[in-house]
């Protein structure tokens, strides 16, 4: 069964530092995967997916991730991190063989310091 | 594209009461998913359906809660009997071939 591991509960940065967090999966292929980002109060929005091809995916509001697959890793980086970044994390993966269902990691809590 | 549609979006309820939570899908999405979410586990899948036949259910947590498609635009959620346990919030998504869709949630509250 496929699984989902955040390390990192929760993660402090300064505006304008760079951002890595990480990602390491459990599945016995390659699987379809994500990166969610939730606000307080709010639904869950998709930032960027991989599902095949490059390994470098860029998603919305500058964010990108890499899949590493000998690393089973798809850590979520930005280069400079605004104080409107911080929210709560989700990296999930999807199983291509079981109707694509999503396992969501605990998720990373960021917070920005000005 | 209203995106997927989720009510109510606050639902405060008694302990043994019926809850039905709902959810339309993205139109022409053939997969939809009804996850929980709470601090203590995070976000759990609970069930879901493909072309408005469930696939599977084994995240549902026990006999009270069950859920329909009965079309492709309409799903339900039900508790019942409700436990204050039962208090999270509640997510739908819907699926095509791309990314998943969520909608706001439903927060549910069971004193």
């Known amino acids: 069964a496929q699984s989902v591991t955040q390390p990192d509960i929760h993660i402090t940065v300064s505006e304008g530092a760079s951002l890595e967090l990480r990602c390491n999966y459990s599945y016995g292929a390659t699987p379809y995967l994500f990166w969610y980002v939730q606000s307080p109060g709010q639904g869950l929005q998709l930032l960027l997916k991989y599902f095949s091809g490059d390994t470098l995916v860029q998603g919305i509001k500058g964010f990108e991730a890499e899949f590493k697959r000998s690393q089973s890793s798809f850590n979520l980086r930005k280069p400079s991190v605004h104080w409107s970044d911080a929210a709560e994390y989700f990296c999930a993966v999807g199983a291509r063989n079981q109707g694509g269902k999503l396992i969501f990691g605990q998720g990373t809590e960021l917070s920005v310091k000005p | 594209d209203a995106g997927v549609i989720q009510s109510p979006r606050h639902e405060v309820t008694e302990m043994g009461q019926e809850v039905t939570l709902r959810c339309k899908p993205i139109s022409g999405h053939d997969y939809l998913f009804w996850y929980r979410q709470t601090m203590m586990r995070g976000l759990e899948l609970l069930i879901y359906?493909?072309?408005?036949?469930?696939?599977?259910d084994s995240g549902m947590p026990e006999d009270r809660f069950s859920a329909k498609m009965p079309n492709a635009s309409f799903s339900t959620l039900k508790i019942q009997p409700s436990e204050p346990r039962d208090s999270a919030v509640y997510f739908c998504?819907?699926?095509?071939?791309?990314?998943?869709?969520f909608g706001s949630g439903t927060r549910l509250t069971v004193v």
């Open positions: 359906f493909n072309n408005n036949v469930p696939i599977d």
């Open positions: 998504a819907s699926r095509k071939s791309g990314g998943y869709t």
